[in-house]
């Protein structure tokens, strides 16, 4: 019986060795390619057709067509009139308080709300009505008593930050922060 496992054994051998061999050298080739990043000849992973591959990288997604878009005033609404400051040197967190206070108010009024109110920063925002006022009467010739404040809108701006010494040798951040107002008006209905 040892005789015939032998010969066994050498019949299955040629085969069975050439396909492990085949097998051994594939997945060398493929840790190769995984290293380089290229495919290994003989793998069997077949690359794509050039006009294929062209394609699929320059494929263009079909733009919809542009519309133009219409104004309130051309519908018929009420027409708007805005005026915008950049970089005021006021924090936002403090000119928001007075902004609540003539949001959705009517022109004459927040204009004198704004004349009587006893600090320096409510200034910013009283010029700022002022040139949505002008630019109103510029515009379509409309009197400040026919508008009202449909959105104003107080923005964080860029924040100057420095340093001054503090306790123990450490150093204090400070931040003087900016904002940007911007005032929408638009005419009584």
């Not at 793998?43 to 794509?48: N, Q």
Request: aromatic share 4%; net charge positive.
């Amino acid at each position: 019986m040892a005789i015939k496992k032998t010969a066994a054994r050498e019949a299955e051998t040629p085969e069975t060795t050439e396909s492990a061999s085949a097998g051994a050298e594939s997945a060398k080739a493929k840790k190769a390619a995984s290293k380089t990043g290229t495919r290994a000849k003989g793998t069997g992973a077949k690359k794509p057709a050039a006009g294929a591959r062209g394609e699929s990288a320059k494929r263009k997604v079909a733009a919809a067509p542009k519309t133009k878009k219409s104004s309130a005033a051309d519908e018929g609404g009420p027409e708007l009139f805005a005026a915008r400051a950049r970089y005021v040197r006021y924090s936002p967190y403090k000119l928001r308080p007075i902004a609540d206070v003539v949001r959705g108010k009517d022109v004459p009024y927040a204009l004198n709300w704004l004349l009587t109110y006893r600090t320096q920063r409510a200034e910013p925002v009283r010029k700022l009505l002022q040139s949505a006022i002008a630019n109103a009467k510029s515009v379509k010739n409309k009197d400040a008593a026919a508008l009202m404040i449909k959105e104003i809108k107080i923005d964080g701006g860029p924040i100057h930050r420095y340093f001054k010494p503090g306790a123990q040798g450490r150093a204090q951040i400070q931040r003087k922060r900016m904002c940007h107002i911007s005032i929408t008006l638009q005419s009584k209905a």
